[in-house]
């Protein structure tokens, strides 16, 4: 066979491997930059959520009908962003997140409504006051998303995005979420883990969580600067729950409880007000049912929490509204709680 022969059929082979990539791909949309939605990609694997959120938000979003976004970390993705009342909200949160990197994800969601939002739904979570050393700039791909729309195109005609619609396909068919799957309306489903499972993984990971934390100094600035930045949108502060385990090990630790008061003072003396549910409570007691890990709880568990904060049901049980009047005696009250709470562990 001719050299200009084998380079023909090199031409064709891999040019219909390049139409079978970007087909595949086009059809199971694991960057969500489509709206279609079938049996084969109605769960979606969470590989990158802050890329697959921001191509979401900027070409599959109506941002006229969004008035409300809900930052946090991977904790704040299981919110079903339809349950926030009369909110119209779009769930932000993203994996690891820390609110340092919250300006970078707002202000973009701000060129794109080329608005304020009414509202700014910030998770926090007691991580988040601890130290990051590897700080990073605002992501590369929001500056290639405003200014190259074939960035994501191109994205699509990877090796690495077929294998994720390979994972969709199969996540789809046999109906199985995981740990945590997106639905096309970006809303989290999970699937159920045993009890006993549970209970020994939140007590595992809850000895190693917090190890070596250092309460971040700029904190409260980072805070402050969101707020600066945003004085046109009204803030709801929530904390996200824990389990017993993870409480045990945090009211146990002399230096870990001096910066959980000192995080609960940061956070109400910028915002005014926290809902706070990082405290024993109805869903910290009933871990084993309520989440998959001691920290991540399902869905259906923290849909209370959302009509909480969103005026649709009472806190009580759950957690305390807190707010620059009553934060000390709050935390004279949150002191004696934890002297009283059983801290005699068998992890």
């Not at 046109?232 to 959980?260: A, D, M, R």
Request: with cysteine.
């Amino acid at each position: 066979m001719s050299r200009k022969k084998w380079i023909k059929i090199w031409l064709y082979v891999n040019t219909l491997a390049i139409v079978g990539i970007v087909s595949l791909n086009f059809l199971i949309d694991p960057l969500w930059f489509f709206s279609h939605s079938h049996k084969l990609n109605s769960l979606q694997v969470d590989f990158d959520e802050r890329l697959q959120k921001s191509i979401k938000l900027k070409y599959n979003e109506n941002l006229e009908n969004i008035d409300t976004l809900l930052m946090g970390s991977s904790r704040s993705t299981y919110y079903d962003q339809s349950k926030f009342g009369n909110m119209k909200v779009f769930n932000f949160a993203f994996s690891g997140a820390y609110p340092y990197e919250y300006k970078y994800f707002i202000n973009y969601a701000k060129s794109l409504k080329k608005n304020e939002f009414d509202n700014i739904i910030l998770g926090l979570d007691f991580y988040g006051c601890g130290y990051k050393k590897d700080k990073k700039e605002k992501p590369d791909y929001l500056s290639d998303l405003d200014k190259n729309p074939l960035y994501i195109l191109s994205n699509y005609m990877s090796l690495d995005a077929s294998r994720y619609s390979l994972t969709n396909i199969a996540k789809s068919i046999t109906n199985h979420a995981g740990g945590r799957s997106y639905n096309r309306n970006n809303v989290v489903l999970a699937d159920k883990k045993n009890i006993k499972q549970v209970e020994e993984r939140a007590k595992n990971k809850s000895k190693i969580y917090w190890k070596n934390m250092e309460y971040d100094e700029n904190y409260s600035n980072v805070l402050q600067g969101l707020k600066n930045q945003n004085q046109k949108s009204n803030f709801i502060i929530y904390t996200t729950p824990l389990s017993k385990p993870f409480l045990q090990v945090l009211y146990g630790n002399k230096k870990l409880k001096e910066y959980y008061f000192r995080w609960v003072r940061d956070m109400v003396l910028v915002f005014g007000k926290v809902y706070f549910f990082t405290l024993p409570n109805k869903l910290s007691e009933n871990y084993m049912s309520y989440t998959k890990d001691g920290d991540h709880f399902y869905p259906e568990a923290v849909e209370n929490i959302s009509k909480i904060i969103s005026g649709q049901k009472d806190i009580k049980g759950f957690g305390i509204i807190i707010t620059r009047d009553n934060v000390d005696k709050v935390l004279i009250d949150l002191e004696q709680q934890i002297k009283n709470y059983d801290l005699n562990r068998t992890i």
